[in-house]
């Protein structure tokens, strides 16, 4: 007992530093937020007291910064958000079912694919990628959710193909037997039951899409459509000054719905990471 204890006390003390390490950028760019530009620079790591403390200021310049508004990037981080993870949870949990159910080996190649997929570097494929996606005219935030299908279709696959594996058959043909079709068995019986493996991927993958620069950078037309990490890149002033408190202020904005979304939901994430790679 005396061990287990101490085992556990170490534990606790490990994963407080590890915590800590993580939530120390993030104060930092908090602080940061709430002082003026110079400060920034010149004193980073001191809270924001005196002439240091600018209010609001900088969380209303970021938003009223230059002619491209703010809430337009917000909304098109929204659009391409909520759809790239709706195109992937749909798409991947039918995959997923019908790749474990029909077990043909054509179905256990699309999987290795699906898994090679994930270990597949970006920059190897972004610049054709990018020339492709201009062909085939994705290059607005309502095409570019196909995009991210492909790119988010590899873990949304293997995680929900492990958690399809658990899943009792007998319900399945239950349903067939009472007049069910594979449609209506799929979308009645079996989506309800991937719940959590379903939050778990939406978590990870809108995680993913809001944060993500390099993809819109690419893909989208930069004089039309911006999401929020571009719009911060672009937080220049003349003869290219930045303006860090502003920058910083903008990133705390940007970061609020995902935290808020992670800590509503973040109950699923350990049962459905848990379900769909251990068990599978």
């Not at 994930?118 to 610049?127: I, R, T």
């Not at 990018?130 to 995680?159: C, E, H, Q, R, S």
């Amino acid at each position: 007992m005396k061990k287990s204890r101490i085992g556990k006390n170490i534990l606790t003390v490990v994963f407080t530093i590890l915590s800590a390490c993580w939530i120390l950028p993030v104060l930092v760019v908090l602080m940061n937020s709430f002082k003026g530009n110079t400060f920034v620079k010149t004193a980073t790591f001191a809270w924001p007291t005196g002439d240091m403390f600018v209010e609001w200021a900088n969380y209303v310049k970021g938003m009223t910064f230059g002619n491209y508004p703010f809430l337009k990037s917000v909304s098109y981080s929204v659009v391409i958000t909520i759809l790239g993870t709706f195109l992937i949870l749909l798409c991947t949990s039918m995959a997923a079912w019908y790749i474990i159910r029909v077990d043909s080996k054509i179905c256990r190649i699309c999987y290795y694919l699906f898994v090679f997929s994930m270990v597949v570097p970006f920059q190897m494929v972004m610049f054709p990628l990018a020339k492709t996606a201009d062909t085939l005219k994705l290059n607005t935030p309502w095409t570019i959710p196909i995009v991210y299908l492909g790119f988010g279709a590899g873990m949304a696959t293997f995680m929900l193909a492990g958690f399809v594996k658990t899943l009792p058959l007998e319900i399945e043909e239950a349903a067939e037997i009472d007049g069910c079709g594979p449609i209506r068995t799929f979308f009645i019986v079996v989506l309800p039951m991937l719940k959590p493996t379903l939050i778990s991927v939406a978590i990870l993958e809108i995680m993913w899409i809001w944060n993500d620069y390099l993809l819109p950078y690419l893909v989208l037309d930069r004089t039309k459509y911006m999401t929020i990490p571009i719009h911060i890149q672009y937080l220049q002033g003349s003869y290219g000054q930045v303006d860090l408190g502003a920058i910083m202020a903008l990133i705390i904005v940007s970061i609020i719905p995902v935290i808020a979304f992670y800590l509503l939901c973040q109950k699923y994430i350990i049962k459905g990471v848990a379900a769909g790679a251990v068990k599978g």
